[in-house]
């Protein structure tokens, strides 16, 4: 490869499972001289020393911390760093404002949205590790970055494989995105019911944080994806498959008209999608572990079940009705993924509540319209947010 790549960054969520993948990366890339890599701005939600931690290690110009009681404890612990500290929401949104031009997305949640949208808004090329934000606000954030020339480079590592092997979308027929099938593939609903919330975030390939394990186990996580793949590649809904492939060799294959399928494979680990979006257009080298398919052996394929999961077919559902369906799907398994977390409802309830949420008599009558406004977006998400409370009271009074 000729030349250094220059990049500036920011990582939103670098104290998550993704956003230290991001740093691993960062590190391995300026250690071996291949990028000249500048930090303008590192977020997290609440934990100051990991946060810390990460700042020794990249060296920011900027740090914000999203709980805003933790202000005075973050200066403390930054001190040495010379980086400038903000606190609150507001901060985090100043981080992804300020001038990074790569901007990794990977806060969980919707509270993602707004700061992904920042620094859409201001044209940076922004990796998306986030998928929530696209399943709330996908064409907001398309319509953000076709004025402002933002680039939105996939990371989740389905959307990037296909991002990978799409080449410039002419005669695609159907996208395809496998799943492990999670730690729940073999288990029977009964036994689903007793699940404790360990059993549910032990991945069989991936160590992620707790949400999405949880929605891996539940198979929200791939209903989620469905959706995300119909925004970023602008396809129906019907041309979204999904399979199970346990091994995790191939992460998205690519059906073309005249029969051909192009797959994208590699070893399941997240640092490959992470450098791909931080060096595309161009390939920067990282050591990570390669693929070995005759040590391999087998790749099996599955169809997803869907009466176990009916997680599946509440994201169909709310991809289908479109409108405010998909922010209310996702509102309503936030909640309720961190209410099992806190062990207040049983594994079950997760789907439960979200399809009481999607059941709501309100639903029907708000408009068929998809909210067009960021605005209009969180307050959809704070009625899901709401509705989902009350369906998890019901349960447990019941
Ligand atoms: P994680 O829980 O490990 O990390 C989340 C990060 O967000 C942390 O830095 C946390 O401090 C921060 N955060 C939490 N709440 C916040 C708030 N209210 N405001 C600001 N910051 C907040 O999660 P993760 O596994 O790294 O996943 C991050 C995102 O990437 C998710 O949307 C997930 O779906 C997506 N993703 C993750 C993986 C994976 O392998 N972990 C793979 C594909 C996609
Ligand atoms: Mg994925």
């Not at 939105?152 to 799409?166: I, K």
């Not at 979308?169 to 404790?196: C, D, H, Y």
């Not at 309100?362 to 209009?376: I, N, Q, T, W």
Request: include cysteine; charge should be negative; aromatic fraction near 4%.
């Amino acid at each position: 490869m000729s030349g250094q790549l220059v990049r500036r960054v920011t990582v939103l969520g670098v104290t998550g499972s993704i956003g230290q993948s991001t740093a691993r990366v960062i590190e391995e890339l300026r250690a071996n001289g291949q990028a000249e890599i500048e930090v303008e701005a590192l977020t997290a939600g609440r934990d100051v020393a990991g946060l810390a931690d990460m700042a020794r290690r990249l060296r920011p110009a900027f740090v914000a911390i999203a709980d805003p009681a933790k202000l005075e404890e973050a200066r403390a612990a930054l001190k040495d760093t010379g980086a400038a500290v903000g606190a609150g929401p507001s901060a985090i949104k100043e981080a992804a404002d300020r001038n990074a031009d790569w901007v990794m997305s990977a806060i969980v949640g919707a509270a993602a949205i707004a700061p992904t949208l920042a620094a859409i808004e201001r044209g940076a090329a922004v990796a998306l590790a986030n998928k929530e934000s696209l399943v709330c606000a996908g064409q907001i954030m398309k319509a953000a970055a076709a004025r402002s020339g933002a680039r939105l480079l996939p990371v989740d590592s389905e959307h990037n494989g296909a991002f990978q092997v799409l080449g410039d979308g002419k005669g695609v027929e159907r996208i395809t995105l496998t799943g492990s099938g999670g730690p729940f593939r073999n288990w029977t609903r009964q036994a689903m019911a007793a699940a404790t919330p360990e059993q549910a975030c032990k991945h069989p390939n991936f160590s992620m944080g707790a949400k999405i394990s949880v929605d891996s186990a539940t198979l929200m996580n791939k209903g989620l994806e469905q959706i995300e793949a119909a925004c970023l590649f602008d396809l129906s809904p019907d041309r979204i498959d999904l399979v199970i492939h346990p091994q995790q060799a191939v992460h998205a294959l690519v059906s073309y008209c005249d029969g051909s399928v192009l797959a994208h494979m590699g070893p399941a680990d997240m640092r490959v999608a992470i450098v791909h979006a931080l060096a595309w257009p161009r390939r920067a080298h990282l050591n990570t572990a390669r693929l070995d398919l005759a040590g391999l052996g087998n790749l099996t394929f599955e169809q997803p079940d869907r009466e176990r999961f009916p997680a599946l077919e509440l994201a169909r559902r709310a991809m289908a009705a479109n409108g405010p369906a998909p922010i209310l799907l996702n509102a309503a398994n936030e909640f309720a993924v961190a209410a099992f977390l806190e062990r207040r409802i049983g594994f079950l309830d997760i789907a439960g509540i979200v399809e009481a949420v999607l059941d709501r008599q309100e639903v029907e009558s708000m408009s068929a319209k998809s909210p067009s406004s960021l605005g209009e977006v969180l307050e959809v998400d704070a009625l899901g947010r709401l509705w989902a409370s009350q369906e998890t009271e019901r349960r447990r009074a019941a």
